[in-house]
């Protein structure tokens, strides 16, 4: 089992920065890949971005490369989402998920643990 809680959200102007911050507790935190989806109202979750195990390996959606940035500390059991230049359509609820499989997924059903979401809110 892997607990995993979210903080950082908040609300913030278009060009804005924000940083997401998530902590993993249970099973040994560099043992699973991380990632960060979200969640806008009224569509499906989709994938922002995932790092590997050893924080090796980033990976990101081609709407937030170049702006968001991933990265982990297993020495302190979190994963953080630094987040620039914010739009508007940035605006979601943002999910922390791990997972033991062997390979790094992009897809919300291929996470096998959650957190309970953080509000992102942009104005414009």
């Known amino acids: 089992q892997v607990q995993l809680v979210e903080s950082g959200g908040g609300l913030v102007q278009a060009g804005g920065s924000l940083r997401l911050s998530c902590a993993g507790s249970?099973?040994?935190?560099?043992?699973?890949?991380m990632a960060w989806f979200r969640q806008a109202p009224g569509k499906e979750r989709g994938f922002a971005a995932a790092?590997?195990?050893?924080?090796?390996?980033?990976y990101y959606a081609d709407s937030v490369k170049g702006r968001f940035t991933i990265s982990r500390d297993n020495a302190k059991n979190t994963v953080n989402l630094q987040m620039n230049i914010l739009k508007p359509e940035d605006t979601a609820v943002y999910y922390c998920?791990?997972?033991?499989?062997?390979?790094?997924?992009?897809?919300?059903?291929?996470?096998?643990?959650w957190g309970q979401g953080a509000q992102v809110t942009v104005s414009s």
């Open positions: 790092i590997s195990r050893g924080g090796g390996r980033t």
């Open positions: 998920a791990a997972t033991t499989r062997g390979a790094i997924g992009v897809k919300f059903d291929e996470y096998d643990y």
């Open positions: 249970g099973r040994t935190f560099s043992n699973v890949h």
